[in-house]
């Protein structure tokens, strides 16, 4: 039985090794997709261990007419499918505030602040030099100040990001 036991622990030890995945310590860069009128966004991931994270994202926008900022904090579970490939799940927060001017001559102005609720889901690759490309869809909800009229935006970026 004591052989049957030792043997199975090691063989499940061996599937968990083969399958753990070393994410970077570190890695900064941008996300670039619609993020919901935003633009891109500059990037920052901390790995907490060899499978979770830590991902900052700043956009801001500053036009004629709009101007704005959003902070979103997301927690990351990452699983290695094979090679350099990995996917990822999270969830996390984030706070924004906007400035609408409208009118002949920008004489009207709406503005407000909001918080949102996002998930993310996602696909990277981890190259062998310290370069991390990701694909990710990121659904966030928000409460406040008139933003989007539904409470919703979703948002599909492409990240680059240098590992350190």
């Known amino acids: 039985m004591k052989k049957v036991l030792l043997s199975a622990m090691m063989f499940f030890g061996f599937i968990l090794s083969t ?11 941008l996300r670039l997709g619609d993020n919901d009128g935003f633009g891109g966004e500059i990037s920052y991931q901390r ?8 991902e900052f994202d700043l ?6 007419d709009w101007d704005g900022y959003k902070l ?4 990351q ?3 290695n499918i094979e090679g350099g490939f990995n996917w990822y799940a999270g969830a996390g927060a984030g706070i924004g505030s ?25 696909i990277e690759y981890n190259f062998d030099f310290p370069l991390l490309l990701s694909l990710d869809f990121r659904p966030e909800f928000y409460i406040g100040d008139g933003y989007r009229n539904n409470n919703f935006g979703p948002d599909i970026a492409l990240g680059v990001r240098y590992q350190f």
Not at 19 to 25: F, G, L, T
Not at 59 to 64: E, V
Request: negative net charge; aromatic residues 12%; proline residues 2%.
């Open 19 to 29: 399958n753990a995945q070393e994410i970077s310590k570190n890695a900064i860069g």
């Open 47 to 54: 790995g907490l261990s060899d499978n979770n994270r830590l």
């Open 59 to 64: 956009g801001w926008r500053n036009s004629r």
């Open 72 to 75: 979103v904090g997301l927690y």
């Open 77 to 79: 579970w990452v699983w």
């Open 98 to 122: 906007w400035n609408h001017d409208f009118g002949p001559n920008n004489s009207n102005s709406e503005s407000g602040t909001y918080v949102l609720a996002a998930g993310d889901i996602g």
